[in-house]
């Protein structure tokens, strides 16, 4: 292990969990777009899904590395840490802008893994990227917001008890600034399947749990507003560096999972009687797939580190998870071309794999998005939209 791989031990912890959920686990999974309860469930025994969730509330209070720590060496074991990240990130929500009553309501819940906060509902169909266009709504009637309207993508819903929900409280064009106006709701899943909310699987090209929300005259009560009414956009922007940071990491874990098969196999495989990996041609793009990696791992440590001391990190994250999802998708690219056929047999998972972490170029935030932050935040330049 490097001595700036932090947290040694949460890795090797870590490392002999996924042991126990190889590779036919997931593909069994993989083949039947089926949810890996019981990797959820090992991770949620072990506390490790818990561990930025502070102590007071039953989790062990660990800074964002620690986290990070966990995604990646999930994600280099050649698991899938997608099928639960997001309860990492969407606790934030809740944990800076939460009432002390729904802190103390949720949190102590979700630390011992009695509720599942795995959902988290911004995307709508019309609006794609641009979130200020959102057009589910919330009009209070009472002692409740009735909500109408439709999210698609949204992850995990099915899995979860409890999602943080954007929506609209007042209209876009009565606001003064378009970021205004949106409120943050805590979505009890139970009571909303059967007051309002149809859930509708999405099935895409890697098993990631994806569903269409539709609200109907959804009641969600008024005390599950998070924060104040009208602020919730800025509730979402704050979490989505330690978001983009932890998807950030997994990639590593990603990349790195794909170096170390290239070149293992690379070294075993004799072709013209000798290693394939004594040929140029093969190791150079293995060692240029460790460098990308290793050189954006070095810009997560960077993010990272900013945003536990408290220090703005919006383009350092964004930096991070475009490095990191393109470094994965490079070593998944070079990984199969070192397998040759192999490399597309569900049985060496490397597919499954390649499939897995090309998401992250487009979700939670595509690159071009990312793209314009820095080109308009950090360099001045005009902003196109
Ligand atoms: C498997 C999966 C899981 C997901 N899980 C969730 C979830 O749990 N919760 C949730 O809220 N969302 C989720 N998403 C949605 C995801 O965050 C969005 O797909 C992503 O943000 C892109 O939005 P879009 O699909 O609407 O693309 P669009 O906004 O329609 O954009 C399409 C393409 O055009 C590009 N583009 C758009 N505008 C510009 C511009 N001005 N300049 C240059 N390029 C531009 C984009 O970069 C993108 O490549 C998930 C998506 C997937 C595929």
Redesign the pocket.
């Known amino acids: 292990m490097k001595q700036y791989e932090n947290y040694p031990e949460i890795r090797e912890a870590i490392s002999k969990l996924c042991s126990h959920f190889p590779g036919k686990y997931w593909r069994k999974l993989d083949r039947e777009h089926a949810y890996p309860t019981e990797f959820v469930q090992a991770l949620t025994k072990s506390g490790y899904l818990a561990l930025m969730i502070p102590e007071q509330y039953g989790g062990t209070g660990l800074p964002l590395g620690a986290a990070c720590a966990v995604l990646e060496e999930i994600q280099r074991a050649g698991c899938n840490g997608g099928a639960c990240h997001?309860q990492m990130y969407t606790m934030g929500t809740v944990l800076r802008h939460g009432s002390e009553k729904q802190k103390q309501k949720y949190l102590p819940g979700i630390a011992s893994g009695e509720l599942r906060l795995q959902?988290?509902?911004?995307?709508e169909p019309t609006s794609?990227?641009?979130t200020t266009r959102i057009r589910t709504r919330a009009i209070r009637d009472g002692d409740n917001y009735v909500v109408n309207g439709q999210?698609v993508?949204?992850?995990?819903t099915e899995h979860s008890d409890l999602m943080v929900l954007l929506v609209r409280t007042t209209p876009r064009d009565e606001c003064q600034k378009r970021t205004d106006g949106m409120s943050v709701l805590l979505v009890d899943m139970g009571d909303a399947l059967e007051n309002g909310m149809t859930i509708t699987p999405i099935r895409?090209m890697m098993n990631?749990a994806?569903t269409e929300l539709f609200f109907d005259d959804l009641l969600v009560p008024i005390g599950n507003l998070i924060g104040t009414e009208g602020n919730g956009f800025r509730y979402i922007l704050d979490g989505m560096n330690a978001e983009r940071i932890l998807i950030a990491a997994e990639c590593i874990g990603d990349a790195r999972y794909f170096v170390e098969k290239a070149s293992s196999y690379a070294t075993e495989r004799e072709v013209f009687g000798r290693p394939i990996g004594q040929n140029q041609g093969i190791q150079f793009p293995i060692a240029r797939a460790h460098i990308q990696a290793e050189a954006a791992a070095a810009i997560v440590r960077q993010a990272t580190g900013l945003f536990e001391a408290g220090e703005p990190c919006g383009s350092e994250a964004n930096m991070a998870k475009m490095l990191a999802s393109e470094a994965s998708w490079q070593a998944g690219d070079t990984c199969i071309q070192t397998h040759g056929g192999f490399g597309f047999t569900e049985e060496y998972d490397i597919e499954r794999k390649f499939r897995e972490t090309r998401?992250y170029q487009?979700?939670?935030?595509?690159?071009?998005?990312i793209l314009?932050h820095i080109a308009t935040h950090d360099l001045g330049m005009p902003k196109?939209?």
């Open positions: 997001a959902a988290f509902g911004v995307t794609g990227t641009d999210k993508f949204i992850s995990r895409t990631h994806s998401l487009v979700a939670p935030i595509s690159t071009n998005l314009s196109s939209f």
